[in-house]
T-cell receptor
Framework: DTGVSQDPRHKITKRGQNVTFRCDPISEHNRLYWYRQTLGQGPEFLTYFQNEAQLEKSRLLSDRFSAERPKGSFSTLEIQRTEQGDSAMYLC????????????FGPGTRLLVL | GQQLNQSPQSMFIQEGEDVSMNCTSSSIFNTWLWYKQDPGEGPVLLIALYKAGELTSNGRLTAQFGITRKDSFLNISASIPSDVGIYFCAGGNYGQNFVFGPGTRLSVLP
């Protein structure tokens, strides 16, 4: 069991550029979550997938954000026209659909928008 | 929307002391999760709770699912330097996403 992986671990970009992050969940997990975390706060839910279907999106997920999970395995999160307020840690978590759900997190991608 | 409160916000303790922290909510949850996060890393799952009143241990850590289903508690016994970090609680219900607290920052003084 290799755990959740995220790539890249760090990203520095200029305001207005597009960025894309990747998450590879634990292999048998059918649910995949994206969170955003800013300094001094807990993770804030952005969106989640069950297999390839995107089932829920937070109001935090503006039109500049898009997430995909085309084959129900890895997922990508794209931010278009980045703004300085997008600077944060972007966390991915995965789980299995069970009545007793437990989410396992990846190491995160830290984004800095200059 | 749902919000979780964690108390204390931060704490400084001597190595060897026991630690208690809690998490409260205005909403009922049927799952509580406790995580520890080190700087620059993702949260690591410590304990999962699925039943009101449940008491579960993981080494020196013990967590309890409150009877009202609106709170949870985490205790760390005989703290050591590697316990330093931020501890997050998360509450969830089946079919819904989890809500996270703002964290309790723990510092252990040698």
């Amino acid at each position: 069991d290799t755990g959740v992986s995220q790539d890249p671990r760090h990203k520095i970009t200029k305001r207005g550029q597009n960025v894309t992050f990747r998450c590879d969940p634990i292999s048998e997990h059918n649910r995949l979550y994206w969170y955003r975390q800013t300094l001094g706060q807990g993770p804030e839910f952005l969106t989640y997938f069950q297999n390839e279907a995107q089932l829920e999106k937070s109001r935090l997920l503006s039109d500049r954000f898009s997430a995909e999970r085309p084959k129900g395995s890895f997922s990508t999160l794209e931010i278009q026209r980045t703004e300085q307020g997008d600077s944060a840690m972007y966390l991915c978590a995965s789980s299995r659909t069970l009545s007793q759900e437990t989410q396992y997190f990846g190491p995160g991608t830290r984004l800095l928008v200059l | 929307g749902q919000q979780l409160n964690q108390s204390p916000q931060s704490m400084f303790i001597q190595e060897g002391e026991d630690v208690s922290m809690n998490c409260t909510s205005s909403s009922i949850f049927n799952t509580w999760l406790w995580y520890k996060q080190d700087p620059g890393e993702g949260p690591v799952l410590l304990i999962a709770l699925y039943k009101a009143g449940e008491l579960t241990s993981n080494g020196r850590l013990t967590a309890q699912f409150g009877i009202t289903r609106k709170d949870s508690f985490l205790n760390i016994s005989a703290s050591i330097p590697s316990d330093v970090g931020i501890y997050f609680c998360a509450g969830g219900n089946y079919g819904q996403n989890f809500v996270f607290g703002p964290g309790t920052r723990l510092s252990v003084l040698p």
